[in-house]
């Protein structure tokens, strides 16, 4: 099986944090699992390019490189200023990728290549939340969302500040190889699997001489092995020792997220799971994940995903992924 190619475009002077985002995710090659990727980095002028911390790196490949990328990642664009006006060869070598169907990711302020591109015009996009107004205001005709991690269109992303850039990566591998492909390198990378796009950029932050929350994360860890047994607000506030509505403001809080939404992504992440590594029917996979009936995962899994169990099983199932490697 052909690797699917991602060229990151950098710029000078480029953050290494940001580029790191991208290239963990798709170009370390990990024994336990397949290469799914090739990974190259490229600019507009090929050679020493400084960083934001010091050092020069050389970057070899010029922007004919896109021309053969299957993925396109902004990893940061240098300190973004009002007003700069980005090179017309690197608008029309991003504009000539995505016509040509490559799919264009920025992480943090590469959201303003995208932007000054065309790309994000009447689209809904984010980047660090010090520069959302920024880009709102540079960019009127781009929808912009100043406390998610990450926005997918499936064609164009972008992602918050270089951690949200992570969550979008891997959230890109899931979306190429599934679940279970993209927990495994989260997991290599000592990793939460998953963190939805909704999710707030940042915790917000506890009023004056108010005691900061305990993490949630006990709670979090014990729910996710109870997936398969009636998981109500007041079960959780009693496991947590805290009153229904103290728990529920401490998901929005923490998560930026519901106790019932949160619960919803756990069960249909782990019906993706069964669904790829297991032949159980998708009645008894409903069981397990607790969503009661086959029914009921058929409408969820549609929701969340516009896909049906049975369409994500044969794209991303072993019986699939054994036709894919013949």
Same mark, same amino acid.
């Given at each position: ?227 398969? /047994?009636? %998981?109500?607000?007041?079960?959780? !506030?009693?496991?947590?020792? =805290?009153? &229904?509505?103290?728990?529920? +403001? #401490? ?26 590594? /297991?032949? %159980?029917?998708?009645?008894?996979? !409903?069981?397990?994940?607790? =969503?009661? &009936?086959?029914?009921?995962? +058929? #409408? ?27």
């Amino acid at each position: 099986m052909d690797r699917h190619r991602v060229v990151a475009l950098l710029n000078s002077p480029q953050s290494p944090f940001e580029l790191a985002c991208a290239s963990e995710v798709f170009a370390t090659e990990r024994p336990e699992l397949p290469s799914r990727y090739a990974f190259q980095v490229c600019t507009e002028h090929p050679g020493p390019l400084p960083t934001t911390v010091g050092y020069t790196m050389l970057v070899e490949a010029g922007l004919d490189a896109l021309e053969a990328a299957d993925t396109v990642v902004v990893p940061g664009w240098g300190w973004q200023q009002p007003g700069v006006e980005i090179s017309p060869a690197i608008l029309d070598a991003l504009r000539a990728a995505h016509r040509r169907g490559a799919r264009i990711v920025a992480i943090c302020t590469g959201a303003f290549v995208l932007a000054q591109a065309g790309l994000l015009d009447g689209r809904r996009a984010t980047t660090h939340w010090r520069r959302t107004a920024q880009l709102a205001a540079d960019f009127p005709a781009v929808d912009v969302a100043s406390d998610v991690l990450y926005v997918d269109h499936g064609d164009v992303a972008t992602s918050a500040g270089s951690g949200a850039g992570i969550d979008l990566c891997l959230h890109l591998v899931r979306s190429d190889h599934g679940s279970a492909h993209a927990a495994e390198i989260a997991r290599s990378m000592v990793l939460p699997p998953h963190r939805e796009g909704s999710q707030l950029q940042y915790a917000v932050r506890p009023a004056p001489g108010r005691i900061p929350d305990e993490s949630l994360a006990p709670l979090l860890e014990w729910a996710t092995t109870q997936l398969h /047994t009636p %998981l109500t607000l007041d079960r959780l !506030a009693a496991h947590a020792k =805290l009153s &229904s509505r103290t728990l529920a +403001r #401490r998901f929005t809080d923490q998560l930026g997220t519901s106790p019932g939404q949160w619960l919803l992504r756990q069960r249909l992440d782990a019906a993706r799971v069964l669904l790829e590594q /297991t032949d %159980l029917p998708v009645e008894a996979i !409903a069981t397990r994940v607790g =969503l009661a &009936s086959a029914v009921n995962l +058929r #409408r969820r899994f549609r929701s969340a995903l516009g896909t049906t169990p049975g369409a994500y099983r044969r794209t991303f199932g072993e019986s699939g992924e054994r036709a894919r490697r013949k």
